[in-house]
């Protein structure tokens, strides 16, 4: 079974930057499509990012294209959230998806136990 853990989150400041990381186990990493969704309070999973298994190519929300950055090391089972210029609206509980939700509602993918990320001043 998948097993994924993320790491990364905290409390920053409006304009400041932060890196999530997702360790991944149980799977074939490299050839796995990897994503980024999050949660924020009473709200339902909202795609961020995705990248393909090779890391040739990424895709972003827009509301964070531009701003965050994703990536991966298949050397080390690792897949990375880059976030610079984080604003209050990028507060939620961040989390790591193996592959895409087929039906949008990423329940149905397997995912870690997430990473808070809180941006306030």
């Known amino acids: 079974a998948a097993v994924l853990v993320e790491s990364g989150g905290g409390l920053v400041q409006p304009g400041g930057s932060l890196r999530l990381s997702c360790t991944a186990s149980g799977f074939t990493f490299g050839a796995n499509f990897m994503s980024w969704v999050r949660q924020a309070p009473g709200k339902g999973f909202e795609w961020v990012s995705s990248?393909?298994?090779?890391?040739?190519?990424?895709s972003y929300a827009p509301s964070v294209k531009g701003r965050f950055t994703i990536s991966r090391d298949n050397a080390k089972n690792a897949l990375y959230l880059h976030m610079n210029n984080l604003k209050t609206e990028d507060t939620a509980m961040y989390y790591c998806?193996?592959?895409?939700?087929?039906?949008?509602?990423?329940?149905?993918?397997?995912r870690g136990q997430g990473t808070q990320v809180t941006v306030s001043s």
């Open positions: 990248i393909t298994g090779g890391g040739e190519s990424s």
């Open positions: 998806a193996k592959g895409f939700s087929r039906d949008g509602t990423w329940t149905d993918v397997d």
